[in-house]
């Protein structure tokens, strides 16, 4: 069992940037591939990253490819959401996510745990 705790969200102008953070309680954290999804009003949730258990591949959708990054920190329990060059259509709520897994997966399904997600809202 695994607890997500997502952080770093708020209000930003077009062309900023976020981090977010998503601490997760126990100690296998190591044990799970992660992945960040998000869910704009009105659509279904989608894949945003997703990272393997060591931090060793990475996987991201193609409309963040180059503008997201993320990174995991085993030592703290923490994978993190670095988001560049905001876009208004970048607006969602953002969930990480945890699988039993050693790679991340595009499909919501895959996925064991949930956190209660952060609001990334990006003006124009």
């Known amino acids: 069992q695994v607890q997500l705790v997502e952080s770093g969200g708020g209000l930003v102008q077009a062309g900023g940037s976020l981090r977010l953070s998503c601490a997760a309680s126990?100690?296998?954290?190591?044990?799970?591939?992660m992945g960040w999804f998000r869910q704009a009003p009105g659509k279904e949730r989608e894949f945003v990253t997703g990272?393997?258990?060591?931090?060793?591949?990475?996987y991201y959708a193609e409309s963040v490819k180059g503008r997201f990054t993320i990174s995991r920190d085993n030592a703290k329990n923490t994978v993190y959401l670095q988001m560049n060059s905001l876009q208004p259509e970048d607006t969602a709520v953002y969930y990480c996510?945890?699988?039993?897994?050693?790679?991340?997966?595009?499909?919501?399904?895959?996925?064991?745990?949930w956190g209660q997600g952060t609001q990334v809202t990006v003006s124009s």
């Open positions: 990272i393997s258990r060591n931090g060793g591949s990475t």
């Open positions: 126990g100690r296998t954290f190591s044990s799970y591939a």
């Open positions: 996510a945890a699988r039993t897994s050693w790679v991340s997966s595009p499909e919501t399904s895959a996925y064991n745990y």
